[in-house]
């Protein structure tokens, strides 16, 4: 019992430190982030290095905040980026001081002069910018004034404000002048919306982008299928994002160079190993297996990145090769490093579910009866909890099958070949013949030129009245509007109002003419007594 109060205690006591930087996350967000993982194996140095920028920041920060075991060297690692040369977000560097509170030694103390100084720094700067770019606006440069609202972006998303980052990269789009420039301007909106998890922001700046280049570039469309296949994982599109994830490739998505800065970058969004990871999870979870061994293992393109994360591409090969217990092995090891993934800690459980219903389902197709017991073996389940899952995979028509609760057994539910049969023939009789009927009834129109149009609103003109909201006409006949008025003043030319009043036919033809069109409408409705009920209104 003391143990167990123990363990409650600390954990309160690693709540109240979450604390500070859980109440700056939105509400919708938060239930998704009450949760620790206290055995981190990877390598965090190495994980670090794939990113760049504030989702270098945004990364560490979440793993501080939900693995107790690397909270320390994740603070580290966080520190040792705000304290770069050209780092100047010092509100987020006085914050993770606050939360490290002198645990890492004298070497992570608080250097407030600094602070100060970066602070004087950045305002000047800041201040040299806005005039720089007022000018610019003085002398109508266009080209300046985006590279002023540019330089303005970056300067904000340096500082960690990403609002005025955004509303700065957005400007700049009335001053592009090549496609070039509305590239730029995409990918640079991308990263900041990607920073305020603003996907709705991300699939249009997509979109835009798409359009801008023609998607010519293979860098550029590998950068913006990443990109749009995040947008689609984030809304729970799993089909969609993998998709997406499977048309990327290694190149377009760098980490990024000193000499290679700004848009040609993709770290501040994703890594490669991302790409990888989250394509390859929503393609096991949503596609079949044909499906997935040509769109993922044959994907020559794909299979660049998947190399980068061993585990997942072994995984997909278990998966593919029948071997489910080995999957759903590797997938629950893979589990506490995917929990402190920023972008999918959301849909962990939604995917190792579908991914688990997907290996019960391809494990049954080869059989008509399976042994529950063997199968529970095979999927390292007890068996009660498995005969559960599949009770409601059949309940739900994914699994045609029955089970024999007394014999512990599965049998495939069998189908009368031959019932299906008639059934399938007499419903493609049945739309058929309604096609028949339809093409029929068309022709007879056009063969009348009789026309159909909606009746507006607001009330009929003279003497005229359609009681069925619609009105019928030959294309000779005047405007409907001057035959409504012809007929309140008692003029214009023959008129014939259908029985029931639900259409009028309205012309210039003589009653010779109108008896000849009535004989063919009812010659051909002579075949079909529904379509003569169409005709006259009394269906």
């Given at each position: 019992m003391t143990l167990f109060i123990q363990d409650l205690l600390l954990k309160y006591m690693l709540l109240q430190k979450a604390l500070p930087a859980f109440s700056s996350i939105s509400h919708a967000?938060?239930?998704?982030?009450?949760?620790?993982?206290?055995?981190?194996?990877?390598?965090?140095?190495?994980?670090?290095?794939?990113?760049?920028?504030?989702?270098?920041?945004?990364?560490?920060?979440?793993?501080?905040?939900?693995?107790?075991?690397?909270?320390?060297?994740?603070?580290?690692?966080?520190?040792?980026?705000?304290?770069?040369?050209?780092?100047?977000?010092?509100?987020?560097?006085?914050?993770?001081?606050?939360?490290?509170?002198?645990?890492?030694?004298?070497?992570?103390?608080?250097?407030?002069?600094?602070?100060?100084?970066?602070?004087?720094?950045?305002?000047?700067?800041?201040?040299?910018?806005?005039?720089?770019?007022?000018?610019?606006?003085?002398?109508?440069?266009?080209?300046?004034?985006?590279?002023?609202?540019?330089?303005?972006?970056?300067?904000?998303?340096?500082?960690?404000?990403?609002?005025?980052?955004?509303?700065?990269?957005?400007?700049?789009?009335?001053?592009?002048?090549?496609?070039?420039?509305?590239?730029?301007?995409?990918?640079?909106?991308?990263?900041?919306?990607?920073?305020?998890?603003?996907?709705?922001?991300?699939?249009?700046?997509?979109?835009?982008?798409?359009?801008?280049?023609?998607?010519?570039?293979?860098?550029?469309?590998?950068?913006?299928?990443?990109?749009?296949?995040?947008?689609?994982?984030?809304?729970?599109?799993?089909?969609?994002?993998?998709?997406?994830?499977?048309?990327?490739?290694?190149?377009?998505?760098?980490?990024?160079?000193?000499?290679?800065?700004?848009?040609?970058?993709?770290?501040?969004?994703?890594?490669?190993?991302?790409?990888?990871?989250?394509?390859?999870?929503?393609?096991?979870?949503?596609?079949?297996?044909?499906?997935?061994?040509?769109s993922l293992l044959e994907n020559t393109t794909f299979k660049g990145l998947l190399d980068l994360v061993p585990m997942v591409r072994e995984l997909i090969y278990d998966f593919c090769r029948s071997r489910y217990g080995a999957c759903l092995g590797a997938l629950a090891a893979l589990k506490p490093e995917l929990l402190l993934d920023v972008h999918l800690h959301r849909h962990v459980e939604s995917l190792y579910q579908r991914i688990r219903e997907r290996c019960l389902l391809q494990y049954f197709i080869p059989y008509l009866s399976v042994d529950l017991g063997s199968m529970a073996n095979t999927f390292d389940t007890p068996l009660p909890r498995l005969e559960k899952e599949i009770a409601g995979l059949i309940v739900t028509n994914r699994m045609p099958a029955r089970i024999d609760s007394q014999r512990k057994t599965l049998h495939r539910r069998q189908v009368d070949p031959r019932e299906a049969g008639y059934k399938k023939v007499f419903s493609m009789g049945q739309e058929?013949?309604?096609?028949?009927?339809?093409?029929?009834?068309?022709?007879?129109?056009?063969?009348?030129?009789?026309?159909?149009?909606?009746?507006?609103?607001?009330?009929?003109?003279?003497?005229?009245?359609?009681?069925?909201?619609?009105?019928?006409g030959t294309l000779g006949s005047p405007h409907p509007s001057q035959g409504r008025a012809a007929r309140g003043q008692g003029a214009g030319g023959g008129t014939s109002q259908a029985r029931g009043g639900d259409a009028v036919l309205e012309g210039e033809s003589s009653p010779e003419e109108d008896t000849d069109m009535g004989e063919d409408f009812g010659s051909a409705n002579q075949q079909d007594p529904d379509l003569e009920a169409t005709l006259t209104g009394e269906g």
């Open positions: 967000s938060k239930a998704h982030l009450l949760f620790w993982i206290y055995v981190y194996t990877a390598d965090i140095d190495t994980y670090a290095a794939r990113y760049a920028g504030y989702t270098k920041l945004r990364r560490l920060l979440f793993i501080a905040q939900h693995c107790k075991s690397r909270e320390l060297d994740a603070y580290r690692l966080a520190l040792d980026a705000l304290t770069q040369p050209r780092s100047l977000n010092i509100q987020l560097y006085r914050k993770v001081m606050g939360l490290v509170a002198g645990r890492l030694g004298p070497a992570y103390s608080l250097d407030a002069t600094w602070a100060e100084e970066i602070d004087k720094r950045a305002a000047m700067q800041k201040e040299r910018l806005e005039s720089d770019l007022q000018t610019s606006r003085t002398g109508m440069a266009k080209e300046s004034i985006r590279l002023g609202y540019q330089d303005l972006g970056e300067f904000h998303y340096a500082r960690g404000d990403l609002d005025n980052a955004l509303k700065n990269f957005v400007r700049t789009r009335d001053y592009c002048s090549i496609a070039r420039h509305n590239v730029e301007m995409c990918l640079n909106v991308i990263k900041v919306s990607v920073g305020l998890d603003s996907f709705a922001h991300v699939s249009t700046y997509v979109s835009k982008a798409e359009h801008a280049t023609g998607m010519n570039d293979p860098k550029v469309r590998h950068k913006l299928k990443a990109a749009a296949g995040l947008a689609q994982l984030s809304q729970h599109n799993y089909d969609s994002a993998a998709r997406k994830f499977l048309d990327c490739g290694p190149s377009g998505l760098t980490r990024g160079t000193p000499q290679d800065p700004g848009p040609a970058s993709f770290a501040h969004v994703l890594a490669p190993e991302d790409v990888a990871t989250y394509g390859g999870l929503c393609a096991l979870a949503s596609l079949d297996r044909p499906e997935l061994k040509r058929f013949l309604r096609e028949m009927r339809a093409m029929l009834f068309r022709m007879s129109l056009l063969e009348h030129s009789v026309f159909v149009e909606a009746e507006t609103r607001g009330g009929a003109g003279g003497g005229g009245d359609a009681r069925s909201g619609g009105r019928a």
